[in-house]
């Protein structure tokens, strides 16, 4: 087996990683460390390991660059891509990957996130929700269109057939998507867990979501057809998916268009702020704008609560924690404000307005 793991500057996780990599009593196993704009302190992690490879470049090639280069001339018939920010917690770890990739050509493995933060609290139901997207497709299909990268694993032999990894920002979803299309045979091991550290601050984070909302916009684009035929073979399981990764989105969209009169709800918004204009609005349109109001506000918390049951009962399946303050926070602000930066990132796409500075190089 061969453990791929790509590092930028330098990151405080990769010795520990290396540590249990290290302690892991899988025989045949081959580490390779690819690090761009290497830092002195990772620099040396290679006097403490001499048996990983570490593959250093001054300049910054990129995640997708480093990895199908080092994959390239690595040997191992089994490929594992772990992100340098995952912590490993369960003893032999890869030996359990290596008979899961017996079984399947494309296994995706279980992630938790260290909850150290509020921030990291929020992003652990992101990875819940896609944790029971990926259970769901592996119960009601034989493949899964999407993947979370930060640890997965790959036999060759189908990594090589697929073309490796293309160069766009969703590198991880757009060779799990091609996967999808050729049919690879897929599990999502949930005995199988890794922990995933969050940056806790939230400049960061709206950096980093800019980045993923453009580049899923572009990938979107560029795939939309072959999205549209895996919709249409399976609409039911693509629906599901959709609403337990954006449990808030179409709730929040059905309680504006829930009644006839959500028009006037709308476009009377502006006069219900102004003290003069207030009194001028018949009793009769006053009601039904808060009668309209009403259904929205109870559409919502109705959909809220249902999603609470989801997740709760998910949580429960999938051992992940679950706490409805926490849970209210990600569907009324994070869910949402990351909705907002995807369709941002439409508008932008569809005016050709792309912010020049992004920070990424694939």
Same mark, same amino acid.
């Given at each position: 087996?061969?453990?791929?793991?790509?590092?930028?500057? @330098?990151?405080?996780?990769? #010795? $520990?990683?290396?540590?249990?990599?290290? =302690?892991?009593?899988?025989?045949?196993?081959?580490?390779?460390?690819?690090?761009?704009?290497?830092?002195?302190?990772?620099?040396?992690?290679?006097?403490?390991?001499?048996?990983?490879? +570490?593959? *250093?470049?001054?300049?910054?090639?990129g995640k997708v660059n480093a990895l199908n280069e080092e994959t390239?001339?690595?040997?191992?018939?089994?490929?594992?891509?772990?992100?340098?920010?995952?912590?490993?917690?369960?003893? &032999? +770890?890869?030996?359990?990957?290596?008979?899961?990739?017996?079984?399947?050509?494309?296994?995706?493995?279980?992630?938790?996130?260290?909850? #150290?933060?509020?921030?990291?609290?929020?992003?652990?139901?992101?990875?819940?929700? $896609?944790?029971?997207?990926?259970?769901?497709?592996?119960?009601?299909?034989? !493949?899964?269109? =999407?993947?979370?990268?930060?640890?997965?694993?790959? &036999?060759?032999?189908?990594?090589? &057939?697929?073309?490796?990894?293309?160069?766009?920002?969703?590198?991880?979803? %757009?060779?799990?998507?091609?996967?999808?299309?050729? %049919?690879?045979?897929?599990?999502?091991?949930? #005995?199988?867990?890794?922990?995933?550290?969050?940056?806790?601050?939230?400049?960061?984070?709206?950096? =980093?979501?800019?980045? *993923?909302?453009?580049?899923?916009? /572009? *990938?979107?684009?560029?795939?939309?057809?072959?999205?549209?035929?895996?919709?249409?073979?399976?609409?039911?399981?693509?629906?599901?998916? +959709?609403?337990?990764?954006?449990?808030?989105?179409?709730?929040?969209?059905?309680?504006?268009?829930?009644?006839? #009169?959500?028009?006037?709800?709308?476009?009377?918004? @502006?006069?219900?702020?102004?003290?003069?204009?207030?009194? =001028?609005?018949?009793?009769?349109?006053?009601?039904?704008?808060?009668?309209?109001?009403? /259904?929205?506000?109870?559409?919502?918390?109705?959909?809220?609560? !249902?999603?609470?049951?989801?997740?709760?009962?998910?949580?429960?399946?999938?051992?992940?924690?679950?706490?409805?303050?926490?849970?209210?926070?990600y569907f009324f602000l994070y869910n949402p404000v990351w909705l907002?930066?995807?369709?941002?990132?439409?508008?932008?796409?569809?005016?050709? /307005?792309?912010?020049?500075?992004?920070?990424?190089?694939?």
């Amino acid at each position: 087996m061969t453990v791929l793991l790509p590092v930028y500057g @330098g990151s405080k996780h990769l #010795d $520990g990683l290396l540590k249990a990599l290290e =302690q892991d009593p899988y025989p045949d196993k081959e580490v390779i460390v690819t690090v761009d704009a290497p830092t002195e302190e990772t620099r040396s992690l290679e006097s403490e390991y001499p048996w990983v490879k +570490f593959k *250093w470049s001054k300049k910054r090639r990129g995640k997708v660059n480093a990895l199908n280069e080092e994959t390239a001339n690595s040997s191992g018939e089994f490929l594992l891509f772990i992100d340098c920010d995952i912590k490993i917690v369960k003893e &032999r +770890f890869l030996g359990k990957v290596a008979a899961a990739l017996r079984e399947k050509e494309l296994v995706d493995i279980k992630k938790q996130i260290i909850r #150290d933060s509020l921030m990291a609290k929020l992003v652990s139901y992101e990875y819940l929700s $896609g944790s029971l997207t990926s259970y769901i497709f592996d119960n009601l299909n034989s !493949s899964c269109p =999407q993947l979370n990268g930060a640890c997965f694993a790959i &036999r060759r032999e189908t990594f090589e &057939r697929l073309g490796g990894f293309n160069k766009v920002l969703y590198e991880d979803l %757009d060779l799990a998507f091609r996967a999808f299309q050729s %049919d690879v045979s897929y599990s999502f091991a949930d #005995d199988i867990v890794v922990m995933n550290a969050v940056d806790p601050e939230l400049e960061n984070w709206l950096k =980093q979501r800019k980045r *993923w909302g453009i580049g899923l916009v /572009k *990938w979107i684009k560029g795939n939309l057809i072959g999205l549209l035929r895996g919709i249409s073979r399976d609409p039911f399981v693509f629906l599901a998916a +959709f609403m337990v990764l954006s449990p808030s989105s179409l709730l929040i969209a059905a309680s504006f268009l829930f009644s006839a #009169d959500s028009i006037i709800k709308v476009s009377s918004l @502006g006069v219900l702020l102004s003290s003069r204009g207030l009194y =001028q609005i018949p009793p009769s349109s006053l009601g039904q704008i808060s009668t309209s109001i009403s /259904k929205s506000i109870a559409m919502l918390i109705a959909g809220y609560l !249902s999603s609470s049951i989801v997740f709760f009962l998910a949580a429960r399946r999938l051992n992940y924690e679950f706490n409805l303050l926490e849970f209210a926070l990600y569907f009324f602000l994070y869910n949402p404000v990351w909705l907002i930066i995807i369709l941002i990132s439409l508008v932008r796409l569809i005016l050709k /307005k792309e912010p020049s500075e992004l920070d990424w190089k694939v």
